[in-house]
Structures are given as C-alpha cells and as structure tokens.
C-alpha cells in the first residue's frame, strides 16, 4: 500500500507522533556515525530526517512506493539517496547497508514477510534490521481514540487493527518467518498533546491513510454527526499517548 497524498497532508496527520517515535527507534536500533542506513517505506521523511541529523545525508538512502513522498524527500535532502520503489524488491546489492529500518511501514507492506527478507538481505553480517509498528490491536496506537468514537455511531468500522505486526509478538513473529533473529523487542511510547477539539479533528479530515479514507468516504450529513459525536465526547486538552512496537535483529 502506498499514500496518495500530499507530504504535507501526512506531516499533519501522523508527523507529530512519527517524528517523536523516530527518535527512540533510532536509539533502539544503535544507529550512530559511520554508519551506511536505509529508510525502508520512508514517506515524507520523518525517520529519514533523523537518520540524516545522525549520520549526514551521504550516508542515508531512503526509498518509497510513493511518487509525491519521493520527489518532495528528493527536493528536501538533494545529497541523499533517495528512491521511487517497494520494500519487497529493493533495489540495492547484497550488504550494501550497516543499518536498514522500516518505521511504521511493516503493515501496509504488500508481503511483511519478503519485505523483511529484503531488509536483511542488504545489510550486511553484523548488520541491523529494525522495524516499528503502531500497537493498533493491543488499542495504544494514535488512532484508537478516533476509532472508538466512530465506532459508537458505526459499530462495523474496520479499525485496522488486523494489520500485519499489530500485536504484541506478531512482529517478532514476522521477523522469524523472513530468516532474521530477533535480538530486541520494546514498546515505544509518545504522545501528542491537542490543544483544540479542531487540532485533534481536522488532520483526519485531509483523506490520510485509512482513518482518514473513511472520513472523507462519509457522506456530508454522517460526517458532520461524527464529528458533532467526537466533540461532545472529547474535552480538550486531547492528550493522545501512542505505543510502537520495535523489533530489532542482528544479520
């Protein structure tokens, strides 16, 4: 699955939680100078923002499906590598990298399985490969809060929460299947803090991902009475906490 949205749109919608998370996963995965690291399912750049602030852009290559993330991360860090294609053929030789990272990309991969493979596959013995995902089926991703609103007006919603590595060990799970051995599994944590009703609503509203699709997929009149719901139910300040879970494992 790939965005076909506007950077900005998605810097709205998810930038908050995914530039804090970018961070940590970072620590998590040991990425530090000298290193050789690829952002796998970069978007419009969050992780590879952090990567570059670690490592310099010569040493950073980043790839995603999605031709508007691509030529806006292209414009933004011309001395980095960054690429139009899928984490399931990546385009790279055997090796090629100390470090290959996939945040919050494992479960919109077409094939989670082969998307890891590959992962492995270029990063070299002793290497890393590390990959995040929002806890969408334990309820502690950036979404759940919107999803239980929706759900009192619409109880057949689809949450999401059967994405691939959703839960507690499937993404440890996913790792074993593609042949790497996992050598850590944590739970990141942050959170956001909406000072508005608006600040926490309008990001769902651009047609983001699959909250925002089903927003925008409403008709006006079910739109605006999900959006009177939320606001009856939620007193800003809207503090959201969102957990990630992170894998790591040695080539």
Not at 137 to 145: D, E, M
Not at 206 to 234: C, I, K, N, Q
Not at 240 to 251: D, E, I, M, Y
């Amino acid at each position: 699955m790939y965005f076909d949205v506007s950077p900005d749109a998605y810097a709205r919608f998810m930038g908050r939680y995914s530039e804090q998370l970018a961070a940590a996963f970072a620590d998590l995965a040991g990425v530090g100078p000298g290193q050789q690291a690829l952002d796998v399912g970069c978007g419009p750049g969050a992780l590879t923002a952090e990567l570059i602030r670690r490592l310099g852009p010569e040493a950073v290559t980043a790839i995603d499906p999605s031709e508007s993330f691509v030529a806006a991360d292209q414009a933004r860090w011309p001395e980095a590598d960054v690429r139009l294609g899928a984490a399931e053929e990546l385009p790279f030789t055997d090796g090629a990298f100390d470090v290959a990272l996939a945040q919050l990309v494992v479960h919109f991969m077409a094939d989670p399985v082969a998307g890891l493979r590959e992962m492995g596959r270029v990063t070299r013995p002793g290497g890393t490969v590390a990959a995040a995902v929002w806890d969408h089926a334990g309820g502690r991703g950036p979404l759940t809060l919107f999803w239980e609103v929706a759900r009192v007006l619409d109880p057949a919603v689809d949450d999401g929460s059967w994405r691939a590595g959703g839960a507690e060990g499937e993404l440890a799970k996913l790792f074993t299947q593609a042949g790497l051995a996992v050598a850590d599994e944590a739970a990141l944590t942050v959170s956001v803090r909406n000072a508005t009703f608006e600040d926490w609503w309008d990001p769902f509203t651009l047609g983001v991902g699959p909250a925002g699709t089903y927003v925008t997929s409403l008709t006006d009149e079910r739109r605006a009475a999900l959006r009177e719901h939320a606001r009856r139910t939620l007193t800003p300040p809207i503090e959201v906490s969102a957990t990630a879970w992170a894998v790591t494992a040695r080539r």
